[in-house]
């Protein structure tokens, strides 16, 4: 029998690893020519996006990064939609419209993955903004990378929420790299120390232990839904892939390409599965499970149909009906 | 009716725009104790409290809070104090409220706009003075209006706050003193609807926003020289009422564009060529432009004399055009 305790360590456990298949997959379509423009995967970041989403409420709202799978994924968006998108369907998610950049699901909070660094911290603000003038308990988090700490939107956005004590909590998964560049050419303070220059506390944990993750964001989110203002987590990971699919890595060590194994936050927790009593078998037809999950919808999608033009053109503003 | 002047019929319509719905909130820089700059949102935070706030100086993380505010349930109104400004709020705009509507595929529109006056004439030198309207009338997904009087100051800004679309509203610093009738229980205006200001049947001179007066004064003047000029005023920028000015073209043959802003790739400059597609056959004359010339706003009141389009150009103009 599973206790709610692992039963939970397995929730986590899936949904790491549909993220995971998710993205392998998509790996394999945009090598085969199925998955058009370019994708950047967070194969290896899968514990944030998990641990993260894991405490947060429906009607609490996300606003993520190019690198938005997982964010997407584990807020709950459909899987099916969401391959018809990438795949450029008009049954997509954003009818072909947006693609890997802009997956979005307004009606369960998830605003959108964006493919301006930087951007989906200010507009996280504005929502958590807007829960606050709704007068509700609910909040929103900004997921950025590394690379958004030296735009000058988390700055003015690390100052406004403190200053409005905005439900808004930070998240910055800081995997060592943004695009070709590493951290330690980009960023000269730290974010525990800006954190703390606004007052705002701050919180780091292993972003490859979604346990570690989920820890810290449930103590996060629960001062701010408090009311105790916002709050800075940052979880230290690894980009498995290159910046893109596609990249050829030139500028990253031999060493560090073949340690990354050792940073598997799904390898991470299958001990401790093991260790709560999960067998082997069962583990096995979770995979199976979502296995067949992952290629239904893929077969979904390559059924899909070719995105209409003139109904996209119809929808660049809201049509009233006057017209 | 009553007579008011500019900035208060924006006041008035901040005002009942906040008191009808609750999801309005208006935040910008120094519009809430002290009632901004041009004193346009005085009063507003007395009566409606948490709903009018101050913000810091962070034009671009105020405006893509705006965005996510919009996504999360609110109607926000941003005040940037001068349209020069506008220059840091380009992400918000241009990449994400223009973008949600259709890159979402539809999901969700952006009710935002934000407020801003541009316009010279008060030696506010080069950084403080320019029309920049053109650049959002250039972006898919973006409304972008220019009232020229009390009364439609009024009912457009009350139509932006209602629409569910992102809206640029520009407000002509010269037009904030002028007086004008205010109808009792005046409501919202339709967008994209321009208004015959004075009829004639010799030559049509289109205009917008302060340039409404020039065309006026010239007007005036060329009625004494016994020239009837047809004066419409655009209102609304993008879109821009193309059936009016070809209605108007229909009975003068003759067209003259002008603005404040800059002539070079500017509203004359797209409206002429539509124009010459689409209304040829009506065309006696080439379309003409009076707007200002390829330079820098200046600072000395002799130089910013010379640069702004006056009557007397218009004059000369519109006595090209029917020569
Ligand atoms: C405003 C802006 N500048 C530059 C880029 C190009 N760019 C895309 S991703 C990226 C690096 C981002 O690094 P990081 O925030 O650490 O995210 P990661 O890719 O590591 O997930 C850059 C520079 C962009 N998309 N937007
Ligand atoms: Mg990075």
Known sequence: ?323 | MAEVRFGKAINLALADALEQDPAVFLFGEDIADVGGPFGATRGLKDRFGDRVRDTPISEASMANAAVGAALSGLKPVLEIMFMDFMTLTMDALVNQAAKVRYMFGGQASVPMVVRTPHGGGISAGPQHSQCLEAWFAHVPGLKVICPSNPADAYGLLRAAIADPDPVVFVENKALYAMKGELAEGAGPESIGKARTVRAGRDATVVAYGAAVHTAERAAGQLAEQGLEVEVLDLRSIQPWDEAAVMESLARTHRLLIVHEAVEAFGVGAEIAARIGEIGFDELDAPIMRIASPFVPVPFAPSLEKAYQPDAEAVIAAVRKLCA
């Open chain 1, 1 to 323: 029998m599973t206790t709610r305790k692992t039963a939970e360590l397995l929730e986590l456990y899936e949904r790491m690893y549909l993220i995971r298949q998710v993205e392998l997959r998509l790996g394999r379509l945009f090598a085969d020519g199925e998955v058009p423009g370019f994708i950047h995967l967070s194969i290896g970041q899968e514990a944030i996006a998990t641990g993260v989403a894991s405490v947060l409420r429906a009607d609490d709202s996300v606003a993520s990064t190019h690198r938005g799978h997982g964010h997407a994924l584990a807020k709950g968006v459909d899987v099916e939609r969401f391959f018809l998108e990438l795949m450029a369907k008009e049954e997509g998610m954003c009818k072909g419209r947006g693609g890997s950049m802009h997956v979005a699901d307004l009606s369960i909070g998830m605003l959108g993955a964006n493919a301006i660094v930087g951007a989906s911290i200010p507009i996280a603000l504005g929502s958590a903004l807007a829960h606050q003038v709704r007068g509700t308990d609910a909040l929103a988090v900004a997921f950025f990378g590394d690379g958004a700490m030296a735009e000058g939107t988390l700055h003015e956005s690390l100052n406004m929420a403190a200053l409005w004590q905005l439900p808004l909590v930070f998240v910055c998964e800081n995997n060592g790299w943004a695009e070709f560049s590493p951290t330690s050419r980009q960023f000269v303070a730290s974010l525990d120390k800006l954190a703390g220059a606004f007052g705002i506390p701050y919180a780091r944990a292993d972003g490859r232990d979604v346990q570690a993750v989920a820890k810290a964001s449930e103590r996060a989110v629960a001062a701010v839904r408090a009311g105790k203002g916002p709050r800075v987590l940052e979880f230290t990971t690894h980009r498995f892939r290159g910046h893109y699919e596609g990249d050829p890595q030139k500028y990253r060590d031999a060493d560090e390409l073949s340690g990354l194994g050792e940073h598997d936050p799904l390898s991470l927790l299958e001990p401790r599965l093991a260790k709560a009593g999960v067998a082997d078998a069962q583990l096995q037809s979770l995979h199976e499970a979502v296995d067949a999950r992952v290629d239904a919808a893929v077969e979904r999608a390559r059924k899909g149909s070719a995105p209409d033009f003139e109904a996209g053109r119809a929808d660049v503003y809201t049509q009233t009906g006057a017209a």
